[in-house]
Nanobody, 119 residues
Framework: QVQLVESGGGLVQAGGSLRLSCAAS????????MGWYRQAPGKQRDLVAS???????KYADSVKGRFTISRDNGKRMVYLQMNSLKPDDTAVYYC?????????????WGQGTQVTVSS
């Protein structure tokens, strides 16, 4: 089974940027869509961005215009560029394989990467 490893999180001031990376242990070329979820303390895990093999992307309203998802099937990587970060973006971010654009996810979860945005 393909394992996903997230990295790139950290502490950043409001207005700053971070780029998250997701490395897959196997091919993702046959995965219709990939996505990024986030989970803040005490809240459910929500999908914030997803992308198809063809490059079509979809975003949650809360991140639209600030986050950009991309994928490189050859490198087995998925990225999330996050700009104009806000304290509300603080969460653990997870990469996931999706059944289709917009979810739902399938397969196992990685350990996630913590993003903390200070005001």
């Amino acid at each position: 089974q393909v394992q996903l490893v997230e990295s790139g999180g950290g502490l950043v001031q409001a207005g700053g940027s971070l780029r998250l990376s997701c490395a897959a242990s196997g091919s993702i070329s046959n995965v219709n869509a990939m996505g990024w979820y986030r989970q803040a303390p005490g809240k459910q895990r929500d999908l914030v961005a997803s992308i198809t093999n063809g490059g079509t992307s979809k975003y949650a309203d809360s991140v639209k215009g600030r986050f950009t998802i991309s994928r490189d099937n050859g490198k087995r990587m998925v990225y999330l560029q996050m700009n104009s970060l806000k304290p509300d973006d603080t969460a653990v971010y997870y990469c996931a394989r999706l059944i289709q654009l917009g979810g739902p996810s399938f397969g196992s979860w990685g350990q996630g990467t913590q993003v903390t945005v200070s005001s």
